[in-house]
């Protein structure tokens, strides 16, 4: 893997009416024609996201989207579309003429709702000799934010954009994906099961992340497949501080580890960095509440082809009708895709979001919190099943 994953990059969504120059900005930012431009209104019909490198902000992905004036049934279709990306947007930028700001600052209210930081852009500043100070306090008392006059073809303005976006950033750095579970020096083991999921020559995303984040600590990793825990465990002159591994094989490497050893897995470490562990271990006891007559929501944040054994699709409510019964009811869903309703269900099972950044993975977690379902993950699940729940160690 050489570039920074898009799941981990910040992620700025540009809002505005059409041909208000959002596309223009993007391509003024990255400095190259990444966004298609046009005189006609419309021409973004469809979310478009670009990942580039830009300082100081570090690693993002820019998402120019469908004007919100957009009208007809195709163009509210493109406003819902536009308004599910404030879900992973960790930095707004609304874009504006300044001649109305109705729209504006509807918008500009749900960005306060979701919590997403945001700043207005009066853009196309070039086509006026000076911009009265009184257009622009306006637009700042309308919208509640700071407001920067930008010329997106004359490239004014766009420095202390940057600066801005880079203070809007949220923290991050605070938590490290496998958090105070390994330090410095530690001698860390990962048990790494190579099945049908993990590509032949690869490894899958969440196993790249945690031997870069152990890398970066100073740690010393060790890998291995279940079938060499023995021998892996026998030729290390003391055990390791820590063993991660995959949530499959949970209760396999519970009885093998030593004792002084703490026990983690890959999955687990995910719902930390990016959901709610607390949550998920709160609902984990709903597992024990289901029937026959229940029903679970398994969300999967990969769009893959389903490959034999697929542990959302197969293995988990196998697991799951093994102890409740055959009549448990099991929805699936993948990708995007994610019911705005869940009164239906007792459960919400998700995978660890690596595809997803944080932001989009905590709207999911706020929305079962608001609707009062349970929701949890799938190591979270495996480990509660497998009842060593208790002995897995939490970032």
Known sequence: MNNTPRSERLHIALFGRRNAGKSSLINALTGQQTALVSDVPGTTTDP??????ILPLGPCVLIDTAGFDDSGKVGDLRTERTREVIKQTDIAIIVTDGTTLDDEAAWAGLLKQANVPFV?????VDLQDEVPSAILADIAKRLGCDVIPVSALKGTGLDLLRQTLAGLAPESGKQTLTGNLALAGDTVLLVMPQDPQAPKGRLILPQVQTLRDLMDKGCIAICCTTEDIDRTLAALKEPPHLIITDSQVFDIVEQKKPAESLLTSFSVLMAAHKGDIQYFVESAPAINKLT????????????HAPLAEDIGREKIPRLLRKRVGQGLTVDIVAGKDFPSDLSGYDLVIHCGGCMFNRKFMLSRVEQCRQQGVPMTNYGITIAHIKGILGKVSLP
């Open 120 to 124: 207005a852009v009066l853009n196309k």
């Open 292 to 303: 026959e007559r229940s029903r679970v929501l398994i969300a999967e944040a990969c769009t």
């Open 48 to 53: 478009v996201m670009k990942s580039m490198e």
